[in-house]
């Protein structure tokens, strides 16, 4: 590619998709708990026939259209990457089997229907997550498996020195079982340039089901002070009920607005 194509693709490419290192949001929760269903992609990669050209933040709910303009404009077939494909485990240029989704010059659209699907309306969402926003009957309560318990416990290593992030959850019921309802009660800490924690209570009673009731979502947060609560407040009744009651101490924290 000679140098005043590269520069017409470089300018294409900033005006679809803007700069570099894009970023939706500093915490991934924040953004996804109103978005649940969206196809969100964090630091994805985006690539050209011959290798990389983008990476970044993408909602393909919402920036489909914008991948197609890039297409069409530069004539080059663009291929989107999961985060650990786009920093460098790919060697060699992007093909429809690696990518999660590509589109085309002329239109042509793909994508791994195993992970998404399209909804009415035309729009990408996460198989088995959308959420229609009609009133459906409640469907036949499942049997709760109340006797089945697990403790789990986890740590997330902070990136940049910090002691990250852990958290210590109960599950009464099968998580992850098709059909069989489950509660979760959290209790999660962190530690960086502040530090916080929150409690989290979740009951599914009916796992990959749609809700039968439009889903209501709100997040409450003081933004300012020392000690800064929030509460995220996450229905779709007979899908998934969340509470979550959280607090931030200490100075500003990019992770942790």
């Given at each position: 590619m000679n140098e005043a194509l590269a520069a017409q693709h470089a300018?294409?490419?900033?005006c679809w998709l803007g700069p570099r290192g894009r970023m939706l949001s500093y915490e991934r929760a924040v953004y996804l708990n109103p978005y649940c269903g969206h196809?969100?992609?964090f630091n994805a990669g985006v690539w050209f026939a011959g290798g990389q050209v983008w990476w970044g933040d993408l909602d393909l709910t919402v920036d489909e259209g914008l991948l197609a303009g890039l297409a069409a404009e530069t004539g080059e077939t663009v291929y989107v990457v999961w985060e650990d494909d786009g920093r460098g485990r790919l060697r060699h240029p992007a093909s429809h089997d690696q990518a999660i989704y590509w589109v085309s010059p002329d239109g042509a659209v793909g994508m791994q229907r195993s992970i998404y699907e399209r909804v009415?309306?035309?729009?990408?969402?996460i198989r088995g997550l959308w959420r229609d926003a009609r009133v459906r009957l409640p469907r036949r309560p499942a049997m709760w498996r109340f006797w089945r318990l697990r403790l789990h416990a986890?740590?997330?290593a902070g990136a940049r020195g910090d002691d990250g992030s852990s958290c210590l959850a109960l599950v009464l019921g099968?998580?992850?079982a098709e059909g069989y309802p489950f509660l979760r009660l959290e209790c999660?800490?962190?530690r960086n340039v502040a530090a916080g924690g929150w409690v989290e209570v979740l009951w599914?009673?009916?796992p990959r089901q749609h809700a039968w009731l439009p889903p209501f979502n709100r997040l409450l947060r003081l933004p300012r002070g020392p000690?800064?609560?929030w509460v995220a407040l996450d229905l779709a009744p007979g899908e998934r009920d969340r509470l979550q009651l959280g607090v931030v101490v200490g100075p500003k924290d990019p992770r942790w607005q």
């Open positions: 300018r294409a490419i900033e196809v969100v992609e009415p309306g035309g729009r990408l969402a986890e740590h997330w099968e998580r992850g999660a800490w962190f599914s009673p009916s000690v800064r609560p």
